[in-house]
């Protein structure tokens, strides 16, 4: 009788760290949740095509939740993997250097709009807007201005919204992963939480080294 209440004992002690590790990963999600990050990294995922918990990885490698979408735009566009992207920026080289280094361009990251883009846009449609489209091979791209291009992309052509109703929800100096999470509700017909406040590619003339799958 003694030795079986001691099994049950055991047992019921070997689980305890089990229910612990879910609880914890439950608590993980849904504070991921609330702040929208979690649906920003799920959403990044589905529309590269790559597993969410890879889109964590990258998360956790120090790479800001706003240049996530540019790691994995790179890496399509290069037809490499994304750790090869992510190696080349923790190693202190900017974005147009990167995409330079695989023949991709500063006119892989434009997108086109109807209206005239005010702050932050404004400056980086104007390098294109001053240039014919045969010398936009010479223009170079801040950091910031890569991040703002590749997630307009991103989130227009993940919810076929509008890029100029999303330059109007980044002027009013709203984060990317907070203007997905309104998206997205919007899109779903619902409200957003009040916590959480596909248009054609013009391709640069440079190709990267290896074609990859375009979105």
């Known amino acids: 009788m003694r030795a079986r209440k001691s099994v049950v004992l055991f047992a019921l002690m070997a689980l305890f760290p089990i229910a612990s590790l879910c609880q914890a990963e439950v608590n993980v999600g849904l504070s991921l949740d609330k702040d929208g990050i979690k649906s920003f990294c799920l959403a990044i995922g589905e529309h590269f095509n790559v597993e969410e918990k890879k889109v964590v990885v990258v998360r956790e490698a120090k790479i800001p ?21 992510v190696k080349m920026r923790l190693g202190g080289k ?20 109807k209206g005239n883009p005010g702050p932050p846009y404004g400056k980086a449609y104007g390098h294109f807007k001053n240039r014919k489209k045969e010398q936009w091979g010479s223009v170079r791209l801040t950091d910031v201005e890569i991040a703002d291009f590749v997630n307009l992309r991103f989130i227009s052509e993940r919810y076929g919204y509008s890029p100029d109703e999303v330059i109007k929800l980044r002027s009013s100096g709203k984060s990317f992963v907070s203007i997905n999470s309104e998206v997205k509700a919007k899109k779903a017909g619902k409200k957003p939480s009040d916590k959480i406040a596909s248009q054609s590619d013009e391709e640069s003339k440079g190709k990267g080294k290896s074609k990859g799958k375009k979105k």
């Open 65 to 85: 939740d706003e240049d996530l979408p540019v790691v994995f735009f790179l890496a399509s566009r290069a037809g490499i993997s994304p750790d090869i992207i």
């Open 94 to 113: 900017s974005w147009m250097d990167i995409s330079l280094h695989f023949g991709l361009t500063a006119g892989v990251f434009y997108v086109p709009v």
